[in-house]
């Protein structure tokens, strides 16, 4: 199956610290890819490595025949990748409409992008004109990712989407996720709880020490649970 984004043994460091050591991961077309790892393990930098905000010392990240690895930060939401960064990173002093105005802009995506955007996420619909830092935690976490997809892109990152939300909002996240996939979009999604994870995923990377342990399809992770505890600790 040809890949949709592919790291190919890549090293990254903050300073002198050297936190991913030859990571490499294949996210497939179309699948949902999750990244399972400790606290500290590189998944949020193996995520900002993608997107050119961390520097990638060796190695490359290709997105199919192109060299994203080489591009400047602000080139790389522009190849189709949306990002959904730990903890949002709203603009709150905006409004809703605002916000999602900025997605639009990146790729040159007009109203027909954003209705289908709003079509997804209703609730935002009703909330265009209030300041995103007003929204409730979950409302923001639907705005972020309604902004990531105004890119309308063909790769998405999401780095802990689910982190502090009540069962609801999770579910919806995960059917905005599936209903991606159905339209083709690869998934690379970062999660602490394997139990967030197994729904959706069709694929699992356990991340430990800046590196990719071992990739496994979801099927393989149900039927021997052990695996979860080795790389994360906790099942
Ligand atoms: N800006 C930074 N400067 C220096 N060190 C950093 C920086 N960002 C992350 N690190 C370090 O890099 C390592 C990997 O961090 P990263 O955020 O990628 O982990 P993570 O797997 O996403 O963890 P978590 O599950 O807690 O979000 C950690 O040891 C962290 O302290
Ligand atoms: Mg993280």
Same mark, same amino acid.
């Given at each position: 199956?040809?890949?949709?984004?592919?790291?190919?043994?890549?090293?990254?460091?903050?300073?002198?610290?050297?936190?991913?050591?030859?990571?490499?991961?294949?996210?497939?077309?179309?699948?949902?890819?999750?990244?399972?790892?400790?606290?500290?393990?590189?998944?949020?930098?193996?995520?900002?490595?993608?997107?050119?905000?961390?520097?990638?010392?060796?190695?490359?990240?290709?997105?199919?025949?192109?060299?994203?690895?080489?591009?400047?930060?602000?080139?790389?939401?522009?190849?189709?990748?949306?990002?959904?960064?730990?903890?949002?990173?709203?603009?709150?002093?905006?409004?809703?409409?605002?916000?999602? $105005?900025?997605?639009?802009?990146? *790729?040159?995506? =007009?109203?027909? %992008? !954003?209705?289908?955007?709003?079509?997804?996420?209703? @609730? &935002?619909?009703?909330?265009?004109?209030?300041?995103?830092?007003?929204?409730?935690?979950?409302?923001?976490?639907?705005?972020?990712?309604?902004?990531?997809?105004?890119?309308?892109?063909?790769?998405?990152?999401?780095?802990?989407?689910?982190?502090?939300?009540?069962?609801?909002?999770?579910?919806?996240?995960? $059917?905005?996720?599936?209903?991606? *996939?159905?339209? =083709?979009?690869? %998934? !690379?999604?970062?999660?602490?709880?394997?139990?967030? @994870? &197994?729904?959706?995923?069709?694929?699992?990377?356990?991340?430990?020490?800046?590196?990719?342990?071992?990739?496994?399809?979801?099927?393989?992770?149900?039927?021997?649970?052990?695996?979860?505890?080795?790389?994360?600790?906790?099942?």
């Amino acid at each position: 199956m040809e890949a949709a984004l592919t790291l190919d043994s890549i090293d990254c460091s903050y300073g002198e610290v050297q936190v991913l050591h030859g990571l490499s991961l294949e996210l497939r077309r179309g699948e949902v890819h999750c990244l399972l790892g400790r606290n500290g393990a590189g998944k949020t930098t193996a995520l900002k490595a993608i997107m050119g905000l961390v520097p990638v010392r060796a190695g490359r990240i290709m997105k199919r025949e192109l060299r994203i690895s080489r591009l400047e930060a602000y080139e790389v939401p522009k190849t189709g990748i949306g990002y959904v960064p730990q903890g949002r990173r709203l603009f709150t002093d905006l409004t809703v409409a605002e916000n999602l $105005e900025i997605g639009l802009m990146t *790729r040159g995506k =007009g109203r027909d %992008t !954003l209705e289908r955007v709003l079509g997804l996420f209703p @609730v &935002l619909r009703e909330r265009l004109r209030q300041r995103s830092g007003t929204l409730s935690g979950g409302e923001q976490q639907m705005l972020a990712m309604a902004r990531a997809l105004c890119l309308e892109p063909d790769v998405l990152l999401l780095d802990e989407p689910t982190e502090g939300l009540m069962p609801s909002m999770i579910a919806r996240i995960r $059917e905005v996720v599936a209903a991606l *996939r159905e339209r =083709g979009v690869s %998934t !690379l999604l970062v999660e602490q709880r394997v139990e967030a @994870v &197994l729904p959706v995923a069709d694929r699992v990377s356990f991340i430990e020490n800046g590196r990719n342990r071992q990739t496994v399809e979801v099927e393989h992770l149900r039927s021997d649970p052990q695996m979860v505890h080795r790389y994360v600790g906790v099942g």
